[in-house]
């Protein structure tokens, strides 16, 4: 990977790929690939990398870095926004080359993977966690003989019980776990929460959105905050690929099998949501997801038990129970 220095030119050329960008393409898609850019160039500041003209390999270091959040069509859209940027400003196209087809492809194969295989963190699983996080568990690595004291135990297991609740609740994705402040909490007068996500994936205006948490939520937080927590201060202090780790750990030591991850709140919300009745247009307002394609595969399930032919069995079930006289009588042999 190339280290240059930031310079006055590659100013210029950013000014003239946002211009560039802002002329060629429908509004929405130039939004979009906008945000891309610019989510693209500030992890390139950070890496001290001036982006453009970027190269094949930083753009392949950039995907599999974004991976570790992101789901498989941010990962396409990510590098079509920079493949866009570079062709509007009249510079080559590093997105164009095999080696980032060749690891977008992987990336994207890992990432459904995943996804795919994500256990619901349902009510049920989080009572199972609540009532083992704090127990003490061993140590990995070279001292996996070693166990945590109690008190290690239970701090640990309150900031796990914190995370599955808080996610849940919100359904938050971890990335947004990860970010989130104590000043993004306030409390209601009922003892209910409101959460502000400031910006989102899906939220590409950077609108935000406040976020309802249940009482018990509130109360997990509590038991997590420091008397000397500020608001700015992050309230898990844990990146996403830690938050996941975490969930996975305390899935397993409740004696639950599956593929437990930072999506697994998520997923077992939205499942609990649509056994409760609750419709995919509401789900995917409460779960701020802009296609109903995502919600609805995690609960096809529960969309089953309320579709049109379980509605039909019950309405005859009830019909059986008020009308006895409707049940089928036995076939009789009329052959004599």
Same mark, same amino acid.
């Not at 947004?176 to 909490?185: C, P, V």
């Not at 419709?279 to 096809?300: C, D, F, K, N």
């Given at each position: 990977?190339?280290?240059?220095?930031?310079?006055?030119?590659?100013?210029?050329?950013?000014?003239?790929?946002?211009?560039?960008?802002?002329?060629?393409?429908?509004?929405?898609?130039?939004?979009?690939?906008?945000?891309?850019?610019?989510?693209?160039?500030?992890?390139?500041?950070?890496?001290?990398?001036?982006?453009?003209?970027? *190269?094949?390999?930083?753009?392949?270091?950039?995907?599999?870095?974004?991976?570790?959040?992101?789901?498989?069509?941010?990962?396409?859209?990510?590098?079509?926004?920079?493949?866009?940027?570079?062709?509007?400003?009249?510079?080559?196209?590093?997105?164009?080359?095999?080696?980032?087809?060749?690891?977008? #492809?992987?990336?994207?194969?890992?990432?459904?993977?995943?996804?795919?295989?994500?256990?619901?963190?349902?009510?049920?699983?989080?009572?199972?966690?609540?009532?083992?996080?704090?127990?003490?568990?061993?140590?990995?690595?070279?001292?996996?003989?070693?166990?945590?004291?109690?008190?290690?135990?239970?701090?640990?297991?309150?900031?796990?019980?914190?995370?599955?609740? *808080?996610?849940?609740?919100?359904?938050?994705?971890?990335?947004?776990?990860?970010?989130?402040?104590?000043?993004?909490?306030?409390?209601?007068?009922?003892?209910? #929460?409101?959460?502000?996500?400031?910006?989102?994936?899906?939220?590409?205006?950077?609108? #935000?959105?406040?976020?309802?948490?249940?009482?018990?939520?509130?109360?997990?937080?509590?038991?997590?905050?420091?008397?000397?927590?500020?608001?700015?201060?992050?309230?898990?202090?844990?990146?996403?690929?830690?938050?996941?780790?975490?969930?996975?750990?305390?899935?397993?030591?409740?004696?639950?099998?599956?593929?437990?991850? #930072?999506?697994?709140?998520?997923?077992?919300?939205?499942?609990?949501?649509?056994?409760?009745?609750?419709?995919?247009?509401?789900?995917?307002?409460?779960?701020?997801?802009?296609?109903?394609?995502?919600?609805?595969?995690?609960?096809?399930?529960?969309?089953?038990?309320?579709?049109?032919?379980?509605?039909?069995?019950?309405?005859?079930?009830?019909?059986?129970?008020?009308?006895?006289?409707?049940?089928?009588?036995?076939?009789?042999?009329?052959?004599?």
């Amino acid at each position: 990977m190339r280290m240059v220095e930031a310079n006055r030119l590659s100013m210029i050329d950013r000014v003239r790929v946002e211009k560039a960008l802002s002329s060629s393409l429908a509004a929405r898609t130039r939004n979009a690939y906008l945000s891309h850019w610019k989510a693209f160039e500030d992890w390139a500041v950070q890496q001290d990398y001036a982006a453009p003209p970027a *190269t094949p390999e930083f753009v392949a270091a950039h995907l599999a870095y974004l991976a570790e959040t992101v789901s498989a069509s941010t990962l396409r859209v990510r590098r079509a926004a920079i493949g866009a940027a570079h062709r509007a400003a009249g510079l080559p196209d590093p997105t164009a080359s095999e080696l980032v087809k060749r690891v977008l #492809g992987g990336l994207v194969r890992q990432v459904g993977n995943a996804q795919r295989q994500a256990s619901p963190l349902t009510a049920k699983v989080l009572d199972s966690v609540r009532a083992t996080a704090c127990l003490r568990r061993s140590g990995g690595g070279p001292v996996r003989q070693r166990r945590e004291s109690s008190v290690t135990a239970r701090r640990r297991g309150l900031v796990d019980i914190a995370i599955c609740s *808080t996610m849940r609740d919100a359904l938050l994705r971890r990335e947004e776990a990860a970010a989130l402040t104590w000043g993004d909490i306030s409390e209601e007068t009922d003892g209910s #929460g409101r959460l502000a996500v400031r910006r989102a994936k899906t939220d590409q205006e950077g609108n #935000g959105a406040i976020l309802y948490l249940g009482q018990q939520a509130m109360r997990d937080l509590a038991a997590i905050k420091s008397h000397s927590a500020k608001p700015s201060d992050t309230v898990f202090q844990l990146s996403g690929s830690q938050i996941s780790r975490r969930i996975a750990a305390a899935a397993r030591a409740a004696g639950l099998t599956g593929e437990y991850s #930072g999506h697994s709140p998520r997923v077992g919300m939205a499942q609990d949501l649509a056994a409760h009745g609750i419709s995919l247009p509401e789900l995917m307002q409460v779960g701020r997801w802009s296609s109903s394609s995502m919600p609805a595969r995690y609960i096809r399930s529960q969309s089953a038990a309320y579709g049109g032919i379980a509605k039909y069995y019950a309405a005859q079930s009830n019909t059986k129970l008020k009308n006895p006289e409707f049940e089928a009588a036995p076939l009789r042999d009329t052959a004599s």
